[in-house]
């Protein structure tokens, strides 16, 4: 057996995680006989134990450590070159990918340790809901909606993991999937959990993916079954007490049944073979179908997720407007402190006021912004994400603040304290890749590229032509991801995932030695192996 003594370390801290995230309703949970072991069996003898833990699941994503700062606008988007570099400042070798130079040894194992703490939180939740039955004899809807949620973010959280830790450009290299990657973790143990190859760890991670999807079937969002299917458990605050029974909420901002199908095609995507490739078109097709209003695209008629309108970013101050673009948002977390976190010790991480701070801060350069958004072919002018979700700051006001992340006091409830995980943008981009790479139908691929642009206030004059190359329609796919995701941590994925070697910014030349963020020291000394 491994030395246990790092994960034991996760273990205890994933069954602590109520009393750090400081919620009143979970003090019950801290019940601790010795220091390897945490009696919780008691807490989960009614649905309300389920229900706080399940919160608290959402709450530790939302820790800095994990997905309301370091995996998403802060570390993982320096590494996309997204930032203006300053010198002197904590953060300045994150993006000359420096991994053994302050300070990202610490932050290799701070996010480490905190996604497997909430991994940890996950796989407590799934073996006391599997070993007391009983609590759900009468609530088979809500047992259905805590598995299903539970599975998914497992898939996700270690998704994450393993974009980050392992390797990428997976379908290119077929050699790899023999090699070891980061521990795919499916019980609630205080041991260390053997790496496996990736075949075997993406095995791991489809199974649960896939389960999720068909539990979540049980989803008022999915409208898979009739409203009377979920009159039967109102009250629960896991299905909605209104008469239609599917408006609830609570739903669109946790993982539902059409965020979990997103993750689905994401997942597929990064695999990178014509199979998996296959089922990611089928995927992102059901959601754009299922989730947006209109009717163009195979679209359906669905009333969860819309589109962004003129109207909601026509309020007279800019910080009561939609930003964001919330209503697309598949996925997102509710941050409650997310103003806290953003604070930076009070001068605030988004202050794009001066480029000459000593301190961390993140905002895009006048020159970043123009590559971006194609200065000079008039589309940064009307492009929404270049005007409205970014904003000008600085002497010269040629510093650009990410408006649509931004949080202060002044925020409007209905778009604040949100950070966003999953679009329906995404979707569209995905379902042009896979058309593309299966050669099927180039031109419905430049039609969805068009419908995400149209979205955006780019007007149809400035469309796509239809006669584009499978090269050009590739280029405007990176186009759209370095527009849509900025603040968001998904670009540098998606040049980690194609392997791509001239990253816009990038100092050196991308290798996997850039790409891949070593596994954190302490774990390797504590007998993980390391991924070479």
């Known amino acids: 057996m491994k030395n246990p003594k790092l994960s034991i370390y996760i273990y205890l801290m994933g069954c602590l995680f109520c009393l750090l995230a400081g919620l009143s309703s979970c003090k019950k949970w801290l019940d601790v006989n010795s220091k390897t072991e945490i009696i919780s069996e008691q807490h989960f003898n009614d649905i309300s134990g389920f229900r706080d833990a399940l919160v608290g699941v959402y709450v530790k994503m939302a820790r800095p450590e994990c997905y309301s700062m370091e995996a ?4 993982v988007e320096f590494l996309a070159q997204q930032y203006a570099e300053i010198p002197g400042a904590p953060d300045l070798n994150v993006p000359k990918y420096q991994w053994e130079t302050s300070p990202l040894p610490t932050k290799r194992e701070t996010i480490w340790l905190g996604a497997y703490n909430t991994i940890s939180n996950i796989n407590q939740i799934l073996h006391y809901q599997e070993l007391n039955r009983q609590v759900f004899n009468k609530y088979p809807i809500t047992d ?14 270690h998704f994450d993991i393993l974009r980050l830790y392992g390797k990428g450009n997976l ?9 070891l990657t980061a521990p795919y973790v499916t019980t609630f143990s205080k041991y260390q959990t053997p790496q496996k190859s990736n075949k075997e ?10 389960e999720a999807i068909l539990l979540l079937e049980a989803d008022p969002l999915s409208r898979k079954n009739p409203n009377s299917h979920y009159l039967q458990e109102q009250g629960n605050n896991f299905i909605n007490t209104s008469s239609t029974g599917t408006d609830n909420p609570n739903r669109k901002i946790r993982m539902n049944y059409w965020a979990a199908k997103a993750l689905y095609a994401r997942i597929l995507l990064w695999m990178g073979t014509k199979e998996s490739k296959t089922k990611a078109l089928q995927a992102a097709l059901e959601v754009i179908g299922n989730t947006a209003k209109s009717n163009n695209l195979g679209e359906g008629d669905g009333a969860y997720y819309d589109w962004i309108k003129a109207d909601d970013l026509a309020a007279p101050n800019w910080y009561e407007n939609d930003l964001a673009f919330v209503n697309e948002q598949l996925f997102t977390l509710n941050v409650e402190n997310f103003e806290t976190v953003q604070n930076n010790g009070g001068s605030g991480w988004f202050y794009a006021g001066s480029g000459n701070t000593n301190y961390s801060v993140v905002y895009l350069t006048d020159d970043r912004r123009k590559l971006i958004f194609e200065a000079g072919t008039n589309l940064i002018d009307a492009d929404w994400r270049a005007t409205r979700s970014l904003m000008a700051d600085g002497p010269t006001l040629n510093n650009w603040c990410i408006a649509k992340l931004f949080n202060n006091g002044y925020m409007s409830l209905k778009y604040a304290r949100r950070m966003p995980l999953i679009r329906v943008s995404e979707m569209y981009y995905i379902a042009a890749e896979c058309l593309v790479s299966l050669g099927t139908d180039l031109q419905k691929a430049i039609a969805l590229l068009n ?7 780019i007007p149809a004059s400035f469309d796509l032509p239809s006669n584009l190359t499978e090269a050009q329609i590739r280029e405007e796919i990176k186009k759209e991801y370095m527009k849509e995701f900025i603040g968001e941590g998904q670009l540098f994925y998606y040049f980690k995932r194609l392997g791509i070697t001239n990253m816009p910014g990038s100092p050196v030349e991308m290798t996997d030695k850039q790409y891949q963020m070593p596994i954190p020291d302490a774990e390797i000394t504590n007998g993980g192996i390391r991924i070479d």
Do not use: Y
């Open 201 to 210: 760890t993406f095995d791991l991670l489809l199974k649960d993916i896939e």
């Open 72 to 75: 998403t606008w802060r570390t």
């Open 171 to 179: 379908g290119s290299r077929p050699e790899l999937q023999s090699q």
């Open 144 to 157: 259905s909606l805590i598995r299903g949620e539970m599975l998914a973010l497992r898939a996700f959280v």
């Open 451 to 457: 419908k995400v642009r149209n979205q955006r206030n």
